[in-house]
T-cell receptor, first 111, second 114 residues
Framework: KQEVTQIPAALSVPEGENLVLNCSFTDSAIYNLQWFRQDPGKGLTSLLLIQSSQREQTSGRLNASLDKSSGRSTLYIAASQPGDSATYLCAVRSNDYKLSFGAGTTVTVRA | NAGVTQTPKFQVLKTGQSMTLQCAQDMNHEYMSWYRQDPGMGLRLIHYSVGAGITDQGEVPNGYNVSRSTTEDFPLRLLSAAPSQTSVYFC?????????????FGPGTRLTVT
């Protein structure tokens, strides 16, 4: 069974600092990995999808890397802004097409 | 496109009552799924469907039923509500369950069972 862990559970940084969010998974036989953002009381918004054959994916200030062999992904958010405050979830799609989620990292960016 | 829609947004049930959570998508997605989200536990898969007429169990299926009679709709039924089913429920869809797809989520239904 795929286990997904996100560390730290919470993070508080001053505006302008770069954010580094970590995700680890136990079974390296994955199809893809997806990063989501969740605002309080809202649904999930997809940020980046990395195929198992890719090493990284970029969108604006966001960059996600994937190291399948070590079971790790990292989400980098450059020059953080108060609007980046949210919970970030990592999800791994395994061989049976099911998504396994981490518990998330709650980010607070202080103005 | 409305994307993935869920109704109701909030619901309070008494123990033993039954209800149906509605989910619909207008993107012609084949793959639909239901998750529940509990504090500190991430999202857990309840049931999923790879197409109309096909459903399967996820990680935590007990106490829930699903059916998929059309591509657009995937309702989740609580047969006899229990306090342990207090949670936030999310419906998701994607074009297929295969490599490269992206999951799209609905806004969620917040359910309280007393």
């Amino acid at each position: 069974k795929q286990e997904v862990t996100q560390i730290p559970a919470a993070l508080s940084v001053p505006e302008g600092e770069n954010l580094v969010l970590n995700c680890s998974f136990t079974d390296s036989a994955i199809y893809n990995l997806q990063w989501f953002r969740q605002d309080p009381g809202k649904g999930l918004t997809s940020l980046l999808l990395i195929q198992s054959s890719q090493r990284e994916q970029t969108s604006g200030r966001l960059n996600a890397s994937l190291d399948k062999s070590s079971g790790r992904s990292t989400l980098y958010i450059a020059a953080s802004q108060p609007g980046d405050s949210a919970t970030y979830l990592c999800a791994v799609r395994s061989n049976d097409y099911k998504l396994s989620f981490g518990a998330g990292t709650t980010v607070t960016v202080r103005a | 496109n409305a994307g993935v829609t869920q109704t109701p947004k909030f619901q309070v049930l008494k123990t033993g009552q039954s209800m149906t959570l509605q989910c619909a998508q207008d993107m012609n997605h084949e793959y639909m799924s239901w998750y529940r989200q509990d504090p500190g536990m991430g999202l857990r898969l309840i049931h999923y469907s790879v197409g109309a007429g096909i459903t399967d169990q996820g990680e935590v299926p007990n106490g829930y039923n699903v059916s998929r009679s059309t591509t657009e709709d995937f309702p989740l039924r609580l047969l006899s509500a229990a306090p342990s089913q207090t949670s936030v429920y999310f419906c998701a869809s994607s074009y297929s369950g295969q490599v490269g797809d992206e999951q799209y989520f609905g806004p969620g239904t917040r359910l309280t069972v007393t």
